[in-house]
């Protein structure tokens, strides 16, 4: 791959290596310690309304500027999750490509495909199984198959279906 020197790759490393910093021990310290050299020097400027602006002022900013930084490393986080997630889909043949790129749906899109995924859910609790289907297709085409056992074997034992 070649390095890209574009203004969004220095903000993607930036964002990064902000991401990382900012969560570490060593930052959650320093920032308790802003915290406490602040609540401390409170006396000294008699609980002022500057000594308050101070802090909120501080930790505004702060806020403001690093939820830009946050958001832009959980969008990359994110990407590459759904990527990761697409390849173990296109590479299992045995699961269903219909949920490669469905964080591209709309949300009323997605409700539908958790209501389908609900139904899976209450088939497979019907069969006592979490593990016994892989598929909706699957599910319903097997819930359909024990149904037509189930009504043969009612025709076959129903002493009303019996001849004379």
Known sequence: MQ???GLKTRFNNFSS????????????FIAL??????GATGPLFKFSETWQLVINTGTTIVTFLMMFIIQQSQNKDTMALHLKLNEL????????????????????ELEVIKKYYKRLSM??????????TH????ATQQAEKKILQSTKQTKIVNPKNKKK
Do not use: C, H, Y
Request: charged residues 25%; neutral net charge; hydrophobic residues 45%.
């Open 33 to 38: 310690m802003v915290v406490i050299a602040w």
């Open 17 to 28: 290596w902000v991401a990382k910093v900012t969560g570490s021990p060593r930052a959650f």
């Open 135 to 138: 598929s909706f297709d699957e």
């Open 123 to 132: 088939i497979s609790q019907k069969k006592q199984s979490l593990f016994s």
């Open 89 to 108: 889909l296109a590479a299992n043949e045995l699961t269903s490509n219909r949920l490669v790129a469905s964080e591209d749906l709309t949300e009323e």
């Open 3 to 5: 390095k890209k020197t």
